[in-house]
């Protein structure tokens, strides 16, 4: 995963602003020099998780959660953490995310940041095309 510049860590301020512990998460970001692996786990060893200190333990970890953040079945819907992402709208995906999985909000932003990373579509490319196989 790539550093976050300061002007990235501004527009995910403006985009999250509605939450409160979103704007931790990206002070913790801000505070690893962008370091959104780094940042991430520091948020999980404060939220009493164990995260490895393995490359690519964020990747691991949004990719647990592909399944609720992508839903092929209701990617469409107004209500999935997917069309939120692919509305523009992170608050509301961040908030879903929340909602359908045990993640707290400060983590979720650090997973909906290496998702945006990663890139959506990619991203949810194994799961609908698993889901297409059956």
């Not at 993640?103 to 490319?125: D, K, N, S």
Request: aromatic share 2%; with cysteine; proline share 4%.
């Amino acid at each position: 995963m790539e550093n976050l510049t300061s002007t990235e860590i501004a527009q995910y301020r403006s985009a999250l602003s509605a939450l409160s512990e979103a704007m931790v998460a990206l002070d913790i970001i801000e505070d690893c020099e962008g370091d959104v692996e780094d940042a991430a786990i520091s948020i999980a060893l404060q939220a009493g998780q164990e995260p490895n200190q393995s490359d690519q333990w964020l990747e691991g970890l949004a990719k647990r959660w592909r399944a609720s953040i992508c839903r092929s079945e209701d990617a469409s819907e107004e209500g999935s953490v997917r069309h939120a992402i692919e509305a523009g709208n992170l608050a509301e995906a961040a908030e879903k995310l929340v909602a359908v999985s045990t993640l707290p909000t400060r983590l979720a932003v650090p997973v909906l940041i290496c998702v945006l990373q990663l890139g959506i579509e990619p991203f949810c490319r194994p799961l609908d095309e698993s889901l297409r196989s059956i």
